[in-house]
């Protein structure tokens, strides 16, 4: 699904000498490094505040900590994501209020979102699905209209741009009161471990987060709140920094693979191509509104299992993100939820599959990924 390998080659000469540096340092925590990646991310993002941490679960988990939820505080997120979304907030004891997401998108449903709140909501979590944004602008005013908070779970679109109806053009993450993201290896930017970070443009809150993640310290040895430990390492921001001035081409040439997998499919009826919906109507390279974390086709009349089948023994991964929606995990299953309530949901999980999309892909490899899926349609 994804070449680490063929980018880490490109970028090696400016990679291992900082790694080098860091192990002749011996700063591996908190050191130089970290400070660097984290203003170089916040003039990248045009955020007031990064705040590094160890992984995108952390990042969320922390976020809603700093934002002072408690147990018995519901918060909204959509059923249709990866579990990390709503694993923090069960585990925080706060409720979990999972609704159903759009059929063009697969982002948060607006009109979902507004019958799920009760008096007890405090916050929504908008996940910026496959890499791109949400409806931050409605969510935003709903979220005003009711004091509720914004985590912006954007895990999967760093670099991807909002672009309000007024044309103005914002960060992914960077728009409700806190975003959270992963560097995760596979992300659209990934580290060679685990990784995250979270930002704000709330100098309180930023203040109180960077004392979360390091046990509730704001003074040495003080400690003010229950915080945790979560940091990210030295060496880690050694390849994050070389590698965040590469962000912004890493996602067009996701977005150029893209563009070439849709002309492939375009008059291929049983097969949905993904819809961008904020921004432009297509793929364009002004606008940045996806960054393509996935491709992600629907497909319809078609059996999915034999599909996956096929391309395996042709040498093709590919994957299913995500074949069981949050509320039917054992886990996460409430009596509060009503099926009628996730009809998107229950069908897209049969419907969906996500074919390799990284910025190595070459029009050849292309070509055959696309021409194997069309022969095995047309039989
Ligand atoms: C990857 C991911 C996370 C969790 O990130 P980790 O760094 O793996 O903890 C959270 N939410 C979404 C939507 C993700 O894709």
Redesign the pocket.
Same mark, same amino acid.
């Given at each position: 699904m994804v070449d680490l390998k063929g980018q880490y080659n490109d970028i090696k000469d400016i990679v291992n000498p900082s790694i080098q540096e860091v192990i002749e340092t011996t700063a591996f925590v908190n050191g130089p490094k970290v400070h660097k990646f984290q203003e170089n991310l916040e003039k990248y993002l045009g955020v007031k505040h990064v705040i590094p941490c160890a992984?995108?679960?952390?990042a969320?988990q922390i976020a809603m900590m700093g934002l002072g939820l408690k147990p018995g505080d519901e918060v909204i997120t959509v059923d249709f994501? %990866?579990a990390?979304?709503v694993e923090v907030i069960a585990l925080l004891q706060l409720t979990p209020v999972l609704v159903d997401v759009n059929e063009d998108d697969f982002n948060i449903n607006i009109n979902a979102l507004k019958k799920a709140i009760t008096p007890k909501t405090k916050a929504i979590v908008p996940?910026h699905?496959f890499g791109q944004c949400a409806n931050m602008e409605v969510i935003m005013e709903i979220a005003k209209a009711n004091n509720l908070f914004v985590i912006e779970?954007n895990?999967?679109a760093i670099g991807a741009n909002y672009t309000y109806s007024n044309g103005t053009k914002v960060k992914a993450g960077t728009i409700g009161n806190v975003g959270a993201t992963?560097? %995760?290896p596979s992300?659209n930017l990934g580290c060679y471990g685990?990784g995250?970070a979270i930002f704000t443009n709330d100098d309180k809150l930023a203040h109180t987060i960077r004392g979360i993640v390091n046990h509730g310290m704001y003074e040495r040895y003080h400690h003010d709140v229950v915080g945790v430990n979560s940091r990210l390492d030295s060496i880690q921001a050694a390849v994050l920094d070389a590698k965040l001035p590469h962000l912004d081409n890493y996602n067009k040439a996701r977005q150029n693979a893209a563009r070439k997998y849709n002309s492939a499919f375009k008059d291929i009826e049983k097969i949905q191509t993904p819809k961008t919906v904020n921004g432009c109507d297509g793929i364009c390279d002004t606008c940045d509104c996806h960054v393509f974390h996935q491709y992600t086709l629907r497909i319809k009349d078609i059996d999915r299992n034999a599909l996956v089948k096929h391309l395996n023994e042709k040498g093709i991964p590919c994957g299913v993100y995500y074949p069981i929606p949050l509320h039917k995990q054992k886990a996460y299953v409430d009596e509060r939820y009503n099926e009628e309530d996730f009809k998107v949901t229950n069908q897209l999980v049969k419907d969906v599959i996500s074919l390799p999309m990284h910025t190595e892909l070459d029009d050849e490899q292309i070509e055959y990924i696309t021409s194997t899926i069309i022969k095995f349609i047309n039989g």
């Open positions: 992984n995108g679960t952390d969320l994501t %990866f990390a979304t996940v699905l779970d895990a999967q992963s560097f %995760f992300k685990d995250g």
